[in-house]
């Protein structure tokens, strides 16, 4: 058990035009040759270009857009040609996987060999190129985040290390504007679950030392997730009615922003756990299977976080309807649950064709999801298995 708490957040800028601090940033690192990594519909939407004029005349850069939705390591071992580049900084432009590339590529470019070398937790030897990020979504917080995940064999995986923590970042709302509904849906409701379990994380106390911060909730990320979670309760539901609505928009930014930074020092809990091991079996977006996995992870958490939830419960019922919970933390259940059923999500992974004959194999794939499971606030015991049965 680790006696020491470690706050280690790199500089960010946030708010409406914090874009324009992007050639600022980069000169301040010395940067004389960048590669800027995105997606095709990033590269189509108007923001790469904002960013390539920006940019002009002020460092050599260099462009990959062919980031797909969900990598491959295989998709990483491609790029020979970029990969014996000598950049001495990576852009990465766009949602979670533009960023998650850009830490992947980072990886390979300083130490060389493939992903599947780096797994796991503490694998990375030494620091690498640094990555700097510009998110276009509110969800990930992976600008915040010492984690890339991918698919390895047919398995997501993930590497964790904090060399890959990016080096700066910056969050600008109107990046996020023109977000179709689902997308802000599924990513917002990562950012809530993000500042959930951030906040309810086992007590770093309790935690035995790792190779990275997910060291249980501490006095820096519970002030974060807590925060975290009044903007994006404030501003969710309004976000995906009325993506055009700027203060809903910077709210988004800011909670998701603070969640990424959080967790990334405290560590998550069952509800990511389960809708891992969902997503392996079902190819549902990441959000989606949150939704679905919610019920049973903070139900199975209820005995040891009760008080927690009626903190939640409080920020809610302070929103909502102005004033303190009165019910304590069966009320922050009951919130949740109804904005699952809002935003039309699944409330159970039956939603999403699973049963009860996949109940061992969904324990089985969430127990191997260890970077999650050892800061849940619970330790996982015999009842999971009957508490998945039930509510599958
Ligand atoms: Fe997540």
Redesign the pocket.
Known sequence: MSETITFSPAPSVLGFGALNKLPEILRSRGVKHLLIITDSQIAESGILERVLDMLKGTMKSELFRGVPAEFRSSDIDAQKELLGSDFDALLGLGGGSSMDFAKAMSIIMTHGGSLGDYLGEGSVPDPVIPVVCVPTTS??GSQNTQTTVFTIGGVKRGVSSEYIRPAASIVDPELTMDLPPEVTRNSGY?AL??ACESFIARPYSQVPARPILYQGSNPFSRGLSLEAFGFIWRSYRRAVSDGGNRGARLDMSTGSHLAGLAFSHSG?GLV?AL?SAVGGMVAEP?GVC?AACTGIGLSYNFKVCEKDYAVLANVMCGIDEGAAANGGGNIFLKKIQDLIKELGFPSKPSELGLGKQDAEKLLENTLLQTRRTKTNPRTLDDELLSHIEEGI
């Open positions: 969800g990930t990562d679950m993000h998550l990511h809708a990441h949150l």
